[in-house]
């Protein structure tokens, strides 16, 4: 049974830092393009960043968090990271990893990806 599982969430103050991982298990990990998404209320669900399969030589990010957001893997941990440094208000969302194995790199097409982790939630304090 694939699952991915999201940890590292939390409350950070404006300015701080927080790293997300994703642990995967049931797939064969260095096969799945990664990605990270958000969502926010009454919004879509939106790309932060994205990284393409096996030593993730691709990446891509949204604009606004580019500088600042930087998506990684280590294959041999089965796990995806995504670092958040100098954190915004506006960065407060719920943060969702998402793998799929159909092609290297995914981007940021929601629909592209096969399986999706349960969220977990990032609140940045002014």
């Known amino acids: 049974q694939v699952q991915l599982l999201e940890s590292g969430g939390g409350l950070v103050q404006a300015g701080g830092s927080l790293r997300l991982s994703c642990a995967a298990s049931?797939?064969?990990?260095?096969?799945?393009?990664l990605a990270w998404f958000r969502r926010t209320p009454g919004k879509e669900r939106e790309m932060v960043a994205a990284?393409?399969?096996?030593?993730?030589?691709?990446?891509g990010y949204a604009d606004s968090v580019k500088g600042r957001f930087t998506i990684s893997r280590d294959n041999a941990k089965n796990t995806g990271y995504l670092q958040m440094d100098s954190l915004k208000p506006e960065d407060t969302a719920v943060y969702y990893c998402?793998?799929?194995?159909?092609?290297?790199?995914?981007?940021?097409?929601?629909?592209?990806?096969?399986?999706w982790g349960q969220g977990t939630q990032v609140t940045v304090s002014s």
């Open positions: 998402a793998a799929d194995s159909r092609s290297s790199y995914r981007g940021k097409n929601i629909h592209a990806y096969q399986f």
């Open positions: 990284i393409s399969y096996w030593s993730g030589q691709t990446t």
């Open positions: 049931g797939i064969t990990f260095h096969d799945y393009a």
